[in-house]
């Protein structure tokens, strides 16, 4: 048995790096929310906000990187220890891009001002906002407190989210095909519109890889992922 | 010191995780490939066996991870082949994600059969893919040859990735402008030139942990990542 301090010690850096994944996940949430905004406002001031706490949010996936490196080296984990810190760096690198998501959202804000746009083509973008946000932080919920269940709960409401981005999507179509001057804004919106849906895929991912964390079992069968397939937009 | 035969063992698995690495490398360059040939000739055979072919490159993703947990759990290596061990996790996951953008550009060619569809609305797209794959291609060589030059040269070149997207998303929105029925296949023909920028990416990626892996350096400095915010389309 190794001495006390030293496992205590071992728990004080499992528990920091869950610290600062939640941590991160803040920033991302935070991020998702000021991206959105400066894109619905038109908030040049935000948006380069935004930008720039990018660079924030990839430095914490470094950290995060380094700390996990650091800790398997020196405390060399058991197996399930092992997995769970692994998962760590997956649940980082997933943060990150939802990070780089919210950072092109709030560079579309950048290019779609001054152009031809109408409070309605904003509607469908805002809800899914939400809807995306709610998944981010219940996947992360799931995944800091083991919960299998909400994990399968998040997975089961990513059909919702791809429901709503084929609506939007064709949404956004009809208002390009009234009106030649509303095809550039709307493209911009389309994007964004992507840029949440996959939000709302890395939300899934990091649900995944809670479920498997506490089950050891795979959530998505291959049938599942095929059927996805042929369903999505 | 270890008996002569387990670490010759140990360098039969490193070997033998940097092959997986390259054998999934092989696969998602012919899922970019498959995918964008039946994107141009709307082959609705070659999108289905791209679309199933992605679960084996999923599949891929879980191996190397597994082989990377389990090295680490019974090896426990020392920091440098750690960190290289790590790298290999985070370059199968952006390979994995390739394979995704690959599946998408497949999915698209089922949208976009019976739409009003000319010729010249793919030219940018072969360009474009035609770069990308020469990216994927020489990322994972400078990766597994350790060549930091070559990483340099990648991440130089993904300008030319960003500058070809932004000139056939201009060219897509003018074909848009000019007939309305031009807007739902050059919408869904946007979408695969974001996918395709995206590979460009990973490809930088890729690189940049390559670089990384040679010198101990980060390639790219916070200042270059805000001029390429700031250039970006």
Not at 111 to 124: A, D, M, S, V
Request: proline share 2%.
């Amino acid at each position: 048995m190794a001495p006390e301090h030293i496992v205590s010690s071992y728990n004080d850096e499992l528990v920091a790096l869950a610290q600062t994944i939640a941590e991160m996940g803040g920033q991302v949430e935070v991020a998702i929310e000021n991206g959105t905004k400066a894109l619905l406002k038109l908030d040049r001031e935000l948006a380069d906000l935004t930008i720039i706490a990018d660079q924030r949010i990839d430095d914490m996936q470094r950290k995060i990187d380094d700390m996990a490196v650091s800790m398997i080296a020196r405390r060399q984990p058991m197996a399930s220890d092992l997995r769970s810190i692994i998962t760590a760096i997956h649940v980082a690198s997933d943060l990150e891009r939802v990070g780089d998501m919210a950072k092109q959202l709030a560079r579309r804000s950048l290019k779609i001002e001054g152009l031809n746009l109408q409070p309605t083509f904003y509607n469908g973008v805002r809800n899914m906002t939400a809807l995306v946000l709610r998944q981010i932080k219940e996947s992360l919920d799931a995944y800091s407190s083991r919960d299998a269940e909400g994990a399968i709960q998040v997975c089961n409401r990513d059909d919702e989210v791809d429901a709503m981005y084929t609506s939007l999507f064709r949404e956004l179509l009809t208002y390009m095909m009234e009106d030649p001057r509303n095809i550039t804004p709307c493209t911009h919106l389309l994007f964004c519109a992507k840029s949440l849906e996959r939000i709302g895929d890395h939300a899934t991912n990091i649900a995944e890889r809670a479920y498997y964390l506490q089950t050891g079992k795979q959530l998505s069968s291959d049938v599942e992922e095929l059927q996805r397939t042929q369903i999505k937009a």
